[in-house]
């Protein structure tokens, strides 16, 4: 099983980044896909999931209208559309793949929102 997520860096306060989380090694299609963030000093927070089927999208408050989650099951993979993007968003970015019985997690990209 593999979680790759892409499409990191550093950005400046108000611009736009897309992350891509190429899945392997199971049944994409049948999972939940989120988008976690983790910040220096902080802990792990929901940024937004999408259903397996639907798809059904879900939001967490801190990033809630400035960012688009997305899915291509025939391509494996999961996105997320970010923008507007604050000093405050700076993390590490996560992507999870989840049923109820297993529950898989990516390396991480590094978000760097500055100036």
């Known amino acids: 099983v593999q979680l790759v997520e892409s499409g990191g860096g550093l950005v400046q306060p108000g611009g736009s980044l897309r992350l891509s989380c190429a899945a392997s090694g199971f049944t994409f299609s049948s999972y939940e896909m989120s988008w976690y963030r983790q910040a220096p000093g902080k802990e792990r927070e929901l940024v937004a999931s999408?259903?397996?089927?639907?798809?059904?999208?879900t939001y967490g408050v801190s990033m809630k209208g400035r960012v688009t989650i997305s899915r291509d099951n025939a391509k494996n993979t999961v996105y997320l559309q970010m923008n507007s993007l604050k000093s405050v968003d700076t993390a590490v970015y996560y992507c999870r793949a989840r049923t109820i019985r297993y529950d898989y997690w990516g390396q991480g990209t590094q978000v760097t929102v500055s100036s």
């Open positions: 999408i259903s397996r089927v639907g798809p059904i999208t």
